[in-house]
């Protein structure tokens, strides 16, 4: 079974620049969710989504960030515009239904200069 | 405060050995505790996890791990390791429906043959 896609896997891009993170979650799956991840904060949640609806956003660091669920099968996180902090890998999971573990993609690498 | 910690930020064991990665936890609530792995350039994937029952969980890999409520822990641990399990371990707790998910900052695990 396909597990969560993401895409880029490396993304380098000049600051100022608008980037745009996507995911795919796994079929059926009817939750997903976008973290961060720093070395010096750790795993950070930055948003969920059930059934398509954004539910909680309180980690979104500000308002360059932006996240989308069109659709059961595709969510994007957009920064615009782009700072050097936000270098990051960005993960997006999915998970199936309330009580069930999430499932990670393998990250998309971002680098601001 | 809810909070995950995992006071080894480095272990280092050779090969055959047994293991040991501690987590100890502070939630309001009954914790749902997970623990996954990540190995170099990809994302996390789920080792066990503990909703309620038998405290002693097995997970893939041969990992297992013992939640222990009196004293807030939900330590990981093999007999025996091997090459391939060197890679991050991260804890996580959280509630019942497993949306806000709190990690810990991992412990990165080596090993010598």
């Known amino acids: 079974d396909a597990g969560v896609i993401q895409s880029p896997r490396h993304e380098v891009t000049e600051m100022g620049q608008e980037v745009t993170l996507r995911c795919k979650p796994i079929?059926?799956?009817?939750?997903l969710f976008w973290y961060r991840q720093t070395m010096m904060r750790g795993l950070e949640l930055l948003i969920y989504?059930?059934?398509?609806?954004?539910?909680?956003d309180s980690g979104m660091p500000e308002d360059r960030f932006s996240a989308k669920m069109p659709n059961a099968s595709f969510s994007t996180l957009k920064i615009q515009p782009s700072e050097p902090r936000d270098s990051a890998v960005y993960f997006c999971?999915?998970?199936?239904?309330?009580?069930?573990?999430?499932?990670f993609g393998d990250g998309t690498r971002l680098s601001i200069l | 405060a809810q909070s995950v910690t995992q006071p080894d930020i480095h272990i280092t064991v050779s090969e055959g050995a047994s293991l040991e990665l501690r987590c100890n936890y502070s939630?309001?609530?009954?914790?749902?505790l997970f623990w996954y792995v990540q190995s170099p350039g990809q994302g996390l994937q789920l080792l066990l996890k503990?909703?309620?029952?038998?405290?002693l969980v097995q997970g893939i890999k041969g990992f297992e791990a013992e939640f222990k409520r009196s004293q807030s822990s939900f330590n990981l641990r093999k007999p025996s390791v091997h090459w391939s399990d060197a890679a991050e371990y991260f804890c996580?707790?959280?509630?019942?429906?497993?949306?806000?998910?709190?990690f810990g900052t991992g412990t990165r695990l080596q090993v010598f043959p």
């Open positions: 999971a999915s998970r199936l239904q309330g009580d069930q573990p999430q499932h």
């Open positions: 079929s059926g799956h009817n939750s």
């Open positions: 989504f059930n059934n398509n609806v954004p539910i909680d």
């Open positions: 939630y309001g609530a009954t914790p749902y």
């Open positions: 503990y909703f309620s029952g038998d405290t």
């Open positions: 996580a707790v959280g509630p019942y429906n497993t949306d806000k998910l709190i």
